[in-house]
């Protein structure tokens, strides 16, 4: 192609991206890199400690209760919500890009996107306080 020519655009494909002032997309990228790896030793700890260290038979309510009131809640409830907290953030962040990728009208987009941030707020939120606010019912 020579200097200067432009290649025809037929119309499809990624929508090409604004260039801003913001490093918020080198941020989101860096965040799903980070958050992946730690993704991954969080989720098979918590595969681990839930489905291989203990059974079926002893992951029960009770099970909930003694490690969220024993002398290690603070690290389950904050182990449990950084799981939370990540996963939903990172899976947020993925169907962000997704949304804007594929949807191409503005009002479109702008309805996915306020769904999505208003989504995922709701449910970082409630998962939140299920799991700094949980006292045993006996």
Known sequence: MAHGVMAPS????PRPQAQ????????A?????????????????????????????VVDYQFVVDRWTGPWSAVWRTYDALLLVLAL?????GVRIVVDD?????AWRVFWMSLL???GFF????????????????
């Open 117 to 119: 941030y208003v989504g």
């Open 29 to 57: 990228w860096l965040f799903m890199r980070i958050s992946g790896i730690m993704l991954v030793v969080l989720a098979l700890g918590h595969l681990a400690i839930m489905h291989v260290i203990n059974t079926v038979d």
């Open 89 to 93: 953030i990172h899976g947020l962040n």
């Open 123 to 138: 449910f970082i939120v409630l998962g939140t306080l299920v799991i700094f606010a949980f006292t045993p019912q006996k």
């Open 102 to 106: 594929y949807v191409s009208s503005q």
């Open 10 to 13: 037929y119309g499809y494909g």
């Open 20 to 27: 801003t002032a913001s490093n918020f997309e080198l941020w």
